[in-house]
């Protein structure tokens, strides 16, 4: 039996990229027009290179994912690039940036369509809520108990890394539990700090086998009847 989707499609990257494109596009446009200088608008892009840059770095060092490396590289290439056009007015100065830029984006483009790096959430909502039928009163604010499981301490460290590496959920240790948080906003991924669980959906395991799953009320009105 085919089930219908139950989740509403995320618009979230698309409207952010969609800005950060129109945002340059203004910029660049006021530079020419003279509003603003093409000084003023290579710092803005340094700035935006720079920002992707750091995210990237972070996604990097929480998710040990080695497909951030490229997008890393490109955008660290970028700042450098439009540092050197912001105090040296010479196009053969750039040349060396170009050579490493093209791979770069081959390189990127490349993991993006291949879906090496693909944030899982919407599957892993969707697998679960398959099974659910209609149901006014089905939400509970309260983390439900959905059994025990037989696992090592070790085991489920391990799997919280697996899953966090392939993007499925965000996992985090606890002295007593492991949390798999299902993170809705990808940029959430580069969050430094941890975050209050009692407002994620997760699923937890303590050590001693017991499992427990909370879903979000926004998380919750996600699902389409």
């Known amino acids: ?22 945002s340059c596009i203004c910029i660049l446009i006021f530079s020419e027009m003279g509003v603003l200088s093409k000084q003023a608008y290579q710092i803005y892009i340094v700035i935006l290179f720079a920002h992707a840059s750091y995210q990237n770095i972070v996604l990097l060092r929480r998710t040990k994912n080695k497909n951030f490396i490229p997008f890393v590289l490109l955008y660290f290439t970028m ?7 912001l105090f040296f007015n ?15 984006t081959f390189c990127v483009l490349y993991i ?6 693909s944030y899982r959430h ?17 939400f509970t604010p309260r983390p439900y108990p959905v059994g025990d499981a037989e696992f090592s301490r070790n085991e489920i460290i391990q799997f919280a890394k697996f899953v966090t590496k ?17 993170v809705i906003n990808e940029w959430a991924y580069s969050r430094i700090r941890k975050p209050k669980f009692e407002a994620q959906s ?6 001693s086998g017991n ?9 919750y009105n996600k699902f389409k009847y």
Request: glycine share 4%; hydrophobic share 55%; no cysteine.
């Open 122 to 138: 919407g599957q892993v909502f969707e697998l679960a809520a398959k099974p659910v039928e209609e149901n006014a009163d089905g």
């Open 202 to 207: 997760y699923v937890s395991f303590d050590y």
């Open 79 to 85: 700042v450098v690039a439009n540092f050197v056009a």
């Open 1 to 22: 039996m085919q089930h219908a989707s139950k989740l509403k499609t995320p618009v979230f990257f698309i409207v952010t990229l969609t800005l950060i494109i129109i």
């Open 112 to 117: 993006l369509v291949t879906k090496k790096i």
């Open 166 to 182: 392939n993007l499925i959920a965000m996992g985090y240790v606890e002295d007593d539990r492991v949390y798999l948080v299902i």
């Open 211 to 219: 499992v427990a799953v909370n879903i979000t009320k926004k998380d």
């Open 90 to 104: 010479e196009f053969k100065l750039l040349i060396p940036f170009a050579i490493i830029v093209i791979p770069l």
